[in-house]
């Protein structure tokens, strides 16, 4: 038997609840999202490219949010010591490229492992924490609000593209 990506029963966001649980609920809906992008799809199809000569597969999107979720919440918001999940040294897309034997199964589990560390991670953080992130030449003070806002930003930045990618493969199309 063919393996391929479990259905999930996806989150809906909460609507009437506090900045934090409202913040966290659209979060969850989006993560959901792209793991609903790639139910009932097998390891070859996770590896369809969007269009050449673009890179883009739904397996490397999963890659690069785990890692991000790993970036953002565990590495700068938490300052945790931890590596990233890729090697970027010599490919900065390394979460998106070398995915031909890549275990699809193993980074959908590593998805929700970085999921539950980053959820751990921040949960006694008040949304006014502050870490100080580098970008080129200008430091910035970052608080974990704007780490929420912009996971919610990149996920569905991201699920745009896993709409685009999943309809390519199967025609499948949906919210």
């Known amino acids: 038997m ?20 409202m913040l966290e609920g659209w979060l ?13 799809l097998t390891a070859e199809q996770l590896r369809t490219r969007s ?3 673009s890179g883009l597969t739904l397996l490397g999107l999963v890659r ?5 979720e790993r970036w953002w919440f565990r590495i700068r918001a938490a300052g945790q010591d ?9 490919d900065p897309d390394a979460d998106h490229n070398d995915i031909a034997d890549a275990d699809p199964a193993e980074a959908l589990a590593t998805l929700r492992a970085e999921i539950e560390a980053a959820r751990e991670a921040v ?18 003070e970052i608080s974990l609000r704007w780490v929420y806002v912009h996971m919610i930003e990149e996920y569905a930045r991201h699920n745009g593209h896993a709409d685009l990618i999943r309809e390519r493969i199967d025609g499948v199309t949906g919210a």
């Open 2 to 21: 063919t393996w391929t990506v479990p259905e999930i029963d996806r989150r809906h966001e909460p609507y009437v609840a506090d900045e934090r649980t």
């Open 28 to 40: 969850d809906h989006h993560r959901d999202t792209l793991v609903h992008k790639c139910a009932g």
């Open 51 to 53: 269009v050449e000569p």
């Open 64 to 68: 690069h949010m785990a890692d991000v």
């Open 82 to 90: 931890v590596p990233t999940l890729y090697d970027y040294s010599t």
């Open 123 to 140: 949960t006694g953080l008040p949304l006014e924490h502050t870490f100080h992130h580098r970008r080129g030449d200008t430091t910035h």
